[in-house]
């Protein structure tokens, strides 16, 4: 559905330029930001321990949404845009 598409497009935006960036200085909530950005990385440290425990190899974690591994990911997360699931960006092969 577009609208579902162009709220999650806008908190991803919010989340990655609130508190620090001139494009939302006139929202400018440090509380909003850090309780916000602390569950962005809590997610993210999530994934990353399911991918570990699942037998993947984490090789970097960038931002609050970016997270690399060595191994077939879509056996461990299910490959789609809603919250539970996972968006490929780029696939690169390592070592090479």
């Known amino acids: 559905m577009v ?3 162009y ?3 806008m908190y991803s935006k919010f989340v990655s330029t609130v508190g620090e960036s001139t494009a939302n200085r006139d929202i400018r909530r440090p ?3 850090h309780i916000i950005r ?3 990385f809590a ?3 999530l994934k990353a321990y399911k991918a570990h425990s699942a037998g993947l ?3 970097e974690m960038s931002g609050t949404d970016e997270l690399h591994v060595a191994g077939d990911w879509r056996q461990v997360f299910p490959e789609g845009r809603d919250l ?3 968006k490929a960006k780029s696939i690169y092969t390592l070592g090479e």
């Open 38 to 40: 602390s569950q962005a």
């Open 57 to 59: 190899t984490v090789v």
């Open 7 to 9: 709220v999650k497009s």
């Open 43 to 45: 997610n993210l440290w």
């Open 31 to 33: 509380d909003w930001m």
């Open 3 to 5: 609208v579902i598409e």
């Open 84 to 86: 539970a699931e996972v």
